[in-house]
């Protein structure tokens, strides 16, 4: 796309059609500016085939201010709706709804509350809720969804990713595979979920990290096919980044060739006064290999050296290197843990594009539309009860047991203030057989999970820097009892509603049906 | 992102660092100007678990063009990398090198070929051809990959869908579950591949189409809430666009109340000269509700009404309906063949994800080097001979047998014209023993694929607008066997290469292994 191209596909314009047809709509009935409110949340965790997430880490709520912010109508996206026409050859969009775009056609009537990133969130509860005039409200949904469920869905990935590698640092490395310059926002995503860096420059520059690399085949190819060695290829490197020097090994044999070569050139950087960084392996069978290698780098006197693992890598794949080396290594006489602890994996497509689930399917939810001097609830029924939307502007609440750790998140009406009640209901907010009570002793905390983002407009949240947004998924994953953040397999995290909110669901599912 | 931001991180520095590391290196040998070849191809077609493509379309060559064309080493670029530092502290990139960058840092030395976006394409034919400084070709990579692969995935995607929705209108509907703004890639590459329309409004406004879209639930929810009803909520709909109303039908119960409410306003329209549209089913069984609902629509004189299905839609999901229709159907009295050309699908997430497999694995590979008056070829050795690159610089030819159609994609030395030969030996590129001859009179055309896109940074190429790619795109599956257009197992195509091509590779691989 051309620069002009650009800024009219990523602004305003990125939404669906539907969503300017149903403005237009409103604006006919009079609705456009009447206060509405819509839930964005996700219905399920992401759901990779052999295994599955037991919580999700949010992501993806700065970007998307930052879009807000600038996004209007302006007078070549008017120009364009005029242009557009009907079946029968008349415009689609009257002057009247186009003056009005003009002139009201931005974000700036629009409140927002959202769960911050890099918490810890969980299906059907309120991760951001919209307040503003109907016709806008409806016309942010596609970029609100867009920016949220994707990087959503990769600091989740991430934070898999972490999880699995067993302290290893983890270097995001899939800008190549992602889609387009939205692998920018994959970047940032798997970074607040659980990446340490990544190789991705630009971005590393706009978020303040150094990025990671190390060499291409390319490079040894280069040497080769001017007549000189793999060798001659490794040493060039070292002298150019003597103290920042990780070779990669595979390129022709990586125990016959590429370890030793490495480990020649790291000697002569040793006798030169430098420390060498680590070798990357990219292909293979690399737990074999990275003990081999670990093997043959301690006998020459290279304990601490890194061992960087590469190609196709993801919490699975990772989880069986682990494995296999923690039975294998003994045989070769390598220590399993000292091997562990100097891994690192770089780990691209399969986090970019979150393998086995690729999407995140996060919804907005009309809840409730103000009508005379309060909140009119919405319902959406779905085919199943669980699909079945909580009507009504609500809070959300996480709960912490006594040993500190989270046992439930509560949705509640937003009337309601959990944190005083001696006694707490908790009930499934599908079935109705099925509820639990506690009692306030058993509990060391309950916290609002939704913070005032935007206040018709306005931005009044203190946004926090990345780091800070790191360390609070830090924080709430250690929060989280070591089943539900099982890679496989995990314990279901309770999700539940107030019995006001069940019996409001309850009495509109019943008008709606008839019943 | 804020937009200055942005600008770095879609700018020159949306690379891989160590593209950059690798730069500084060639520089400091004295290699960052030599000529380099980079070939760029993908190994294996998508492969979505239990279906596979059984051929890809090519696409994302404009955007990448467009992205070159601004892309270069600003002032803040530079001062950023100068402030980069190594372990030891000192700057990862030095002064000579950055001046070298500021200056040269760009993609005007780069020459490329590439197969026109559009076209079939296959495994191991090089799509893309980089020619150019040996340093700014190694830069380019990770933009390149980036752009062509995802468009090309998605393409692929669509045809697909395309094939199995037996001609009925595909509408990419995916904006929300994309990869941030990378979603306009995929809109684009959908339709290149085989999506009629799209509901993004910005791009179609960039690419020349009518966006496309109906309503959503909440549209209904609205009106319910305000205590009115589907049947408001759908007249007023039919009010604002009489002569473009698809109304979505499945906010309550879709023939309970959905269908029967759309027909009544459908009445109330033919009443007044309009002709309706369409309804959209969004959940439950689509194959069911599409012939129960055509069954009522035909009832009530509306036989020509569009059916659009959406809700997780893809090529075997089309496929499953098409089928359970085509049993199903005369069963209630509904002719299958006439429902099945009223259907028309909303394809979104797993469009725009190519769900099932997510990522093009394009690899962008040095296969020469320019040393002295001629090219060294380069080699890439792999674990696996399937992997081992095909050096040097080449040319990429399909040819048509007697019928016309694509029997085989040949990749050739670049001084190889095999038009002028009387028979040619297609050898399998990794394996020995197979190949087969054919003589010219048993062949319809020996077609060059690649083009000369860019001569030292200047475009030679006329880029076909988008309706000549998808044009383009309508001809080459067409000639295309039905064993290869086949969603499922399809027949593997043949791609080969000529006898001088293996030799040259053999000699490399005995070379570098020392055989």
């Known amino acids: 796309m051309k620069c002009a191209e650009q800024q009219t596909a990523e602004g305003i314009l990125f939404t669906d059609q539907y969503q300017l047809s149903m403005a237009q709509l409103y604006f006919r009935a009079g609705l456009h500016e009447r206060q509405a409110q819509f839930d964005h949340f996700f219905r399920k965790y992401p759901d990779y085939g052999l295994h599955q997430a037991g919580y999700c880490i949010s992501a993806g709520l700065e970007w998307l201010l930052d879009w807000m912010e600038g996004a209007h109508f302006r007078d070549e996206d008017i120009a364009y709706l005029r242009s557009q026409r009907g079946r029968n050859g008349t415009p689609m969009f009257g002057e009247d709804f186009l003056a009005w775009l003009r002139q009201h056609g931005n974000f700036g009537g629009i409140s927002l509350y959202a769960i911050p990133e890099g918490r810890v969130v969980h299906p059907n509860v309120p991760l951001t809720v919209v307040q503003g005039p109907l016709a806008m409200a409806q016309i942010l949904e596609t970029a609100l969804l867009n920016q949220l469920n994707y990087q959503t869905l990769i600091a989740t990935k991430a934070a898999r990713i972490r999880e699995s590698s067993r302290g290893g640092a983890v270097l995001e490395f899939g800008l190549r595979r992602g889609q387009e310059r939205g692998a920018n926002a994959g970047t940032r995503a798997a970074l607040i979920g659980g990446a340490d860096f990544t190789s991705n420059v630009g971005l590393s520059h706009v978020l303040g990290y150094a990025p990671k690399g190390t060499h291409a085949h390319s490079m040894v190819q280069v040497y080769m096919s001017l007549g000189m060695s793999e060798l001659d290829a490794f040493r060039a490197f070292a002298e150019v980044y003597p103290d920042d020097c990780t070779l990669l090994v595979d390129t022709i044999d990586t125990l016959e060739s590429g370890v030793p070569n490495a480990i020649r050139v790291f000697e002569e950087l040793r006798r030169k006064g430098h420390t060498p960084v680590g070798v990357r392996l990219d292909s293979g069978d690399l737990a074999y290999l990275a003990i081999q290698t670990a093997r043959m780098l301690d006998s020459a006197g290279f304990p601490d050296t890194s061992i960087v693992l590469s190609n196709d890598l993801d919490e699975l794949v990772i989880w069986q290197i682990l494995t296999q080396i923690g039975e294998e290594a003994p045989r070769y006489g390598v220590d399993a843990d000292r091997l562990v602890n100097r891994m690192v994996y770089g780990v691209g497509t399969r986090l970019v594009t979150s393998h086995g689930d690729a999407a995140l399917g996060g919804v907005y939810k009309l809840v409730a539309l103000h009508s005379g001097n309060s909140w009119a609830p919405a319902l959406k029924i779905a ?94 994953v250690a929060h989280l009892d070591a089943g539900v953040r099982r890679i496989m397999n995990p314990h279901i995290y309770h999700v539940s509603v107030t019995p006001k909110l069940w019996e409001l669901k309850q009495r509109l599912i019943a008008e709606a049906t008839g019943d």
Do not use: C, F, M
């Not at 959990?418 to 707490?424: D, F, I, N, Q």
């Not at 913070?451 to 009044?460: C, D, I, N, S, T």
């Open 383 to 476: 085919e199943s009860a669980s699909k079945t939307t909580n009507p009504g502007p609500k809070r959300a609440w996480r709960i912490y047991d006594r040993r500190d750790r989270a046992t439930a998140d509560l949705v509640s009406l937003a009337d309601e203030d959990p944190t005083t009640a001696e006694r707490l209901t908790l009930r499934h907010p599908s079935d109705h057989a099925r509820y639990r009570t506690l009692d306030k002793n058993q509990l060391a905390a309950i916290e609002p999970l939704l913070v005032e983002v935007l206040r018709e407009g306005r931005l009044v949240y203190n946004l926090p820097d990345i780091e800070a947004i790191r360390e609070r998924r830090r924080a709430d």
